[in-house]
């Protein structure tokens, strides 16, 4: 689901049409774009018009995205929900694409993929839309709240800002999120500013309150001074992943750990692994 995508929309559709067959496969829920980022794509828009955000917004975009899903798995072997600045992506030294790695796991009816914000640094220039973010960008934080189930077989709704969904899922060592909301300053400020002006009732701990330059000086502050070859790579044990997922209700399970803004000041900076370089 999107509302004026105009940057990030574009490499969203190339990512996942490489991953998942063609176009045809893709689905764009547009929510009253106004930047014509949603005109003549080359999949299936629809217009999905949810109240202004804040109180019950997030249970309409869950009600019109698992409606979706629904309809899809009647002829679809599973789908899977990202926001824009979301890119799955199946670890290149095993997997060419997604849809090798979800074949490879026929019993899995949900799946996460290891939740990573891809940050740049102060030395970093703007990113290139021609060339994949990891080619620019070699740092990440992993985030335990962003391993949330974005694929599913069944029909069982995905619930707490999909962060969850009704049933058991586990997050898959082999594929990864990367989301690039912290990616690029300038992109960074734009995006905040604009969902501090919609933003009416969310969250108080949702990081769409936070002000651009706040942002913006946050990850100045967490990269300041650090080259990627001399950090650490990134890599996760199977215990780690595994207590991930958990049950908050009889039967929904949740990806819980650290949110955004926590995860950003706490967990450390890594280099992200030089093999996905050309992956996202």
Known sequence: MVRNEREMLPRWLRHYSAQLGGAAHLHVLDDASTDGSTSALPCSVYASRTRPIGQGFERDRLRL???????????????????????LVADPARYATLRELYADRPAANALAGIGVNVVYSRSDPPLRADLPVLAQRRLGI?????????????????????????????VDPELYLFHLKFADAGRLQRTAASRQEALEGRHSDSSWKSPPDELVALVDEITEGLTADALPELTLDDATLAGIPVEVSPGTFVARGRKQIVAMRRQPVRRIPARFRHSA
């Open 65 to 87: 995205v698992n409606q979706l899903a629904d309809d899809l798995l009647t002829t679809y072997d599973g789908v899977l929900f990202t926001d824009a600045d979301e890119l």
């Open 142 to 170: 992993f985030v335990p709240h962003l391993c949330k189930p974005s694929f599913k077989r069944k029909r069982r709704p995905w619930r707490h800002a999909s962060h969850g969904i009704r049933g058991p899922f586990r």
